[in-house]
């Protein structure tokens, strides 16, 4: 904790495993007394960089780059890149922390980092953010690589922002590599990739229903977040019959009870990837909608709530909000949504809770899909991949079946997916020796 000051949300993430891993280790001799948990609390190496650019009125800005290159036991570095004006060591500790777990369950060889920058892309022209991107990757690219680090996409970081950072890489390095993940179809990109993150949540969803006899069709769903993940948790939810009734941006949400289908989800992909505007504009198109200015979705009855948005964007009043309206299922698309009081109160109450580190690597897993086409340097179809990332969802359930299972016959997801997380990690440190 002294080491670690000001530090709140990677605390969080690391009691968060702590707290079950340390009993796990306790009673498992071979894990005993190598500081495994100590080894893995602390990153490899961190780069911290000053990233200078200039604005179209000629105004030079200075913005802080970084990246958390956090285990690197079982495959290189592998995690997204955040452009966010609340990025800080704290965020991005917490998330390559939480990396290193959920890339050990999706089965690949993927160790865990992660990046980014205090640099807010919202307001700002292309030119604006090809200047900043380039100029971020004149530092970074000295420290990633194909096998060493492999940058994604994450908040702020999408399909246009991977491309400029992909491209000055290539002129830097004079390399065509599969140094960043998320690229487009034209040049290395894998299909389903943009999917991934939110079709992987539904479909570990649906494990998690199928196990209880249940199913997605003609559920209630609440989706927070309009962007990457929440877009395409919706498209899926709405594919297997269910009605997504409520998304929501950082300015508030809107309800529509008749559900987001996927005509009106293109409405909003509209809004928010080509217009960049607000969720409050889909009233503009369906008036019949309903707009709360400020509001989380968390007080929408629903009978499966999927926080897609960012870090602790669901407190335990709105956990007890969810649990007096029956939610059934709350899945984490986005990463550590749930603060740890609201986790207590869904396991106190018997709702089927998934955290992210499980419910949505889907996205990292199919990251390490486009690696291994990019290797080959071939191109697998929309079926393989979709199929691939069905199969890794359904593996990673069944991980934290494994370890998470209780008394009763059913599955603490939390403590499941941290002690599989940590097994294979632990193996490969502890067969590597102290380095
Ligand atoms: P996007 O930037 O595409 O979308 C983020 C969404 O969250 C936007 O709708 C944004 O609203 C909203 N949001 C941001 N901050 C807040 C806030 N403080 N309160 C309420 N809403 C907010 O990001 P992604 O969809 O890619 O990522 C969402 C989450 O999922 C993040 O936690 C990310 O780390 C995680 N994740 C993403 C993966 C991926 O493949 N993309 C993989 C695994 C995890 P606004 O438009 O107003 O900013």
Not at 8 to 33: C, G, H, M, R, S
Not at 37 to 64: A, C, H, Q, T, Y
Not at 158 to 164: K, L, S, V, Y
Request: with cysteine.
């Amino acid at each position: 904790k002294n080491k670690n000051r000001n530090e709140d949300e990677f605390l969080q993430a690391v009691y968060e495993v702590a707290e079950i891993v340390i009993p796990f280790i306790e009673q498992t001799p071979k894990y005993q007394n190598r500081m495994l948990l100590e080894r893995m609390v602390e990153p490899e190496r961190v780069i911290m960089f000053r990233v200078s650019w200039v604005d179209d009125s000629g105004k030079v800005l200075v913005n802080r780059g970084f990246r958390v290159e956090f285990n690197s036991a079982i495959g290189p570095y592998k995690g997204g890149l955040r452009f966010h004006p609340s990025v800080n060591l704290s965020i991005l500790k917490f998330s390559g922390f939480e990396q290193v777990f959920k890339n050990s369950l999706t089965s690949l060889p993927l160790g865990g980092g992660k990046g980014g920058s205090d640099f807010n892309p919202k307001g700002k022209s292309d030119n604006e953010v090809m200047r900043f991107c380039q100029s971020f990757m004149s530092e970074l690219y000295r420290h990633i690589g194909e096998n060493t680090d492999v940058p994604a996409g994450d908040m702020g970081v999408g399909a246009r922002e991977i491309g400029f950072l992909f491209g000055y890489y290539k002129k830097l390095k004079n390399e065509f590599t599969g140094v960043l993940t998320g690229k487009g179809l034209s040049y290395g990109g894998s299909l389903i990739r943009p999917e991934a993150t939110g079709y992987g949540c539904v479909y570990f969803i649906q494990s998690m229903l199928q196990r209880i006899n249940d199913a997605i069709k003609n559920k209630t769903v609440v989706i927070s977040g309009s962007g990457n993940v929440a877009q395409y948790a919706c498209e899926k939810v709405t594919e297997l019959g269910g009605k997504v009734v409520a998304m929501s941006d950082s300015s508030g949400y809107i309800y529509d009870k008749e559900g987001i289908n996927t005509e009106k989800l293109k409405v909003i992909m509209t809004i928010k990837n080509e217009n960049r505007g607000r969720i409050q504009d889909y009233l503009n198109t369906y008036k019949q909608a309903k707009y709360f200015s400020g509001e989380r979705p968390w007080a929408v009855p629903c009978d499966i709530a999927i926080p897609c948005a960012t870090q602790n964007e669901l407190n335990k009043e709105e956990a007890e909000v969810l649990v007096k309206n029956k939610v059934l299922v709350v899945a984490e698309g986005a990463n550590m949504p749930s603060t740890p009081d609201a986790i207590a109160v869904f396991q106190n109450s018997n709702v089927l809770f998934a955290p992210g580190k499980a419910a949505n690597a889907g996205g990292v897993a199919t990251s390490g899909l486009e690696m291994s086409q990019n290797a080959i340097r071939l191109s697998w179809t929309k079926e393989e991949v979709d199929n691939k990332l069905k199969d890794i969802m359904k593996h990673i359930h069944s991980s934290c079946e494994t370890y998470g299972v209780n008394d009763i016959g059913g599955v603490d997801y939390v403590k499941g997916a941290n002690i599989a997380g940590f097994v294979k990690v632990a193996d490969a440190i502890i067969a590597q020796g102290v380095v």
